[in-house]
């Protein structure tokens, strides 16, 4: 049974070794460190910059095993009506078995749930074909835009793919609101 919980500095191990070559490592966190490869310092030092908001969380989904997946959520509006998703990654291992489907489902309902968001948004790049799928298995839906953001990483311009989880939507699914079976 998969089940999640707040991030601890003990985790970061486990994160910071499934991020994979530079390619993986970019499409997972886009340009927000420097330097790869990161160690776990680096990872519990960024998360400790956030240590005192009120609107930052980070997330790890644990099964009997331990750790097997992470991503954070964190508020972009002062009304705490948005929370947006990110650093979603799931242990190499155990990608295509369901587990980020679940940690999705799991967090979604903590976000509607406890912290009472109305919409979730999450960032997908073009080339992260297995990640969209996923998020759009777990309810997330395509947003339209008039232009998509753009980054430059390793010498390309990658485009970022906006999808979004309203709560209304969520309410309706209610297969999507029971969580995972693991």
């Known amino acids: 049974m998969l089940r999640l919980r707040p991030y601890k500095a003990c985790d970061a191990e486990a994160v910071v070794s499934w991020t994979g070559d530079e390619i993986a490592f970019r499409k997972w966190s886009a340009d927000r460190f420097d330097t790869y490869p990161i160690t776990a310092e680096d990872l519990n030092r960024h998360y400790d910059a956030m240590a005192y908001s009120d609107s930052f969380y ?11 997946g992470h991503m ?5 509006d002062e009304e705490k009506r ?12 155990k990608r295509g078995m369901g587990y980020g489907r679940e940690m999705l489902t799991l967090a979604v309902r903590w976000a509607f749930g406890i912290l009472k968001a109305e919409r979730i948004t999450l960032g997908v790049f073009e080339n992260n074909e297995p990640a969209y799928r996923c998020y759009r298995a777990a309810g997330f839906r395509d947003v339209m835009q008039e232009e998509s953001e753009t980054f430059r990483i390793l010498g390309e311009d990658w485009n970022c793919l906006e999808l979004a989880l309203e ?11 029971e969580g995972g079976s693991r």
């Open 167 to 177: 709560r209304s939507e969520w309410e309706t699914q209610p297969v999507r609101k």
């Open 82 to 93: 948005t929370l947006r998703f990110g650093f979603v990654i799931v242990d190499s291992k």
């Open 72 to 76: 954070i959520m964190r508020f972009t």
């Open 58 to 68: 980070e997330m790890t989904a644990f099964d009997a095993g331990g750790p097997v």
